[in-house]
């Protein structure tokens, strides 16, 4: 069996010449745009396997993380079930998901909600992924549908499973009192951070004089801007790992939240392998709410995965589920597992030609933490 060749090499040459035509230094949102999404060679854009549940070395395995419908397909399920109703409640008849992965979620959803969506459209700049997908949904035929980018309009259910922790973030750095952008530069040939005064700040007053670094999401608020635009009726539900602002920027969380995975394993170091590692950060979930409604949506809730998933009964029927199914599920909503560290996010369109009803979300109806926003 042959070794694949180095993804690092050719992606980490593109991006050199990418910092020199820039002056010697690029934002670390351009940084972790091109690591992940250069055609071909970037991280989400090469061919390398990224979802399941096995590491490199492990009979089956080959991925670098897990996400919540590969564990379990209750996870998808339960979120069937919010889907469901918010179809209902607006009077659509589509889903859209973004950033669909493996496809597991879409299998899940497509199979639980049936004859009540009559169209099912993935948005995925991914084109291995895309391949992945349409092996996997081919049953649904012509049900399902992929594009790459969004209409002027649309109408239905959005949702999006660990998508905003994977769209790029500036970084900001206190050092010494003063805000600077952290951004990249090249020394002997490398990749190394380099900071530049910048009349940025986080959205949240960091307590302290310490020495701090953290980020800021104008990209993943420019998206939830974007839907809200677009979106003439229907709803989004948006999963991810994260947090409120105050929480966000606590002054004891100085290092930032970006982090790296391969192999599930965790690692800090963004800057090196590029291409061969996923770069995500976590989600100022006050930021995603505010900007949102400034865009015209109404906020549906904002809770715990865990929460939510009870909400939607992932726990229905439970007594006769095989214990390794049962072990799943539990990943999914305890608090030291995915439980407590993922949250959801709800909206609703807003507008004169689609008010909002006024309806309760499912997923929301118990434990809401919108007032925490």
């Not at 042959?2 to 940084?31: K, N, Q, V």
């Not at 009979?59 to 979120?79: H, I």
Request: charged fraction near 20%; charge should be negative.
């Amino acid at each position: 069996m042959t070794t694949p060749p180095s993804l690092t090499s050719p992606l980490a040459g593109h991006i050199r010449e990418a910092i020199a035509a820039a002056g010697g230094w690029i934002g670390f949102d351009r940084f972790m745009a091109l690591a992940l999404y250069t055609p071909g060679l970037g991280y989400y854009a090469n061919d390398s396997r990224k979802f399941g549940l096995m590491p490199t070395g492990v009979k089956g395995g080959g991925s670098d993380f897990v996400t919540a419908p590969e564990l379990s397909p209750r996870f998808g399920q339960a979120l069937a079930r919010q889907l469901a109703q918010a179809l209902e409640a607006t009077g659509t008849t589509e889903v859209w998901e973004f950033g669909a992965g493996s496809g597991a979620l879409a299998q899940q959803l497509l199979g639980a909600l049936g004859p009540q969506i009559k169209r099912y459209t993935i948005v995925d700049l991914s084109g291995s992924l895309q391949a992945r997908q349409r092996e996997r949904l081919a049953a649904w035929g012509d049900t399902v549908q992929w594009i790459s980018e969004l209409p002027a309009q649309m109408q239905g259910v959005v949702v999006g499973n660990e998508v905003l922790d994977a769209m790029p973030v500036q970084l900001l750095t206190r050092v010494k009192g003063v805000w600077q952008e952290r951004g990249v530069a090249v020394h002997n040939g490398g990749f190394v951070p380099a900071d530049q005064p910048t009349t940025l700040r986080p959205p949240f007053d960091v307590a302290g004089s310490h020495d701090y670094l953290t980020e800021i999401h104008p990209q993943a608020e420019a998206f939830v801007r974007t839907l809200a635009d677009r979106l003439q009726a229907g709803a989004v539900f948006l999963l991810d790992y994260g947090f409120p602002e105050h929480e966000y920027y606590h002054p004891q969380r100085s290092m930032g939240t970006v982090m790296c995975h391969r192999g599930h394993m965790l690692d800090a170091d963004a800057l090196q392998d590029v291409g061969e590692k996923d770069i995500t950060a976590h989600v100022n979930f006050s930021g995603i709410a505010l900007a949102g409604q400034e865009a015209g949506f109404q906020v549906l809730g904002y809770t715990s995965q865990a929460r939510f998933l009870l909400n939607c009964g992932v726990l229905n029927g439970m007594e006769d589920t095989p214990l390794a199914e049962r072990v799943m599920v539990q990943k999914l909503i305890n608090e030291h597992e995915m439980g407590e560290l993922f949250k959801v996010i709800g909206f609703a369109v807003d507008s004169k030609d689609c008010p909002w009803g006024g309806w309760q979300a499912l997923g929301f109806a118990q434990g809401d933490r919108s007032h925490t926003l």
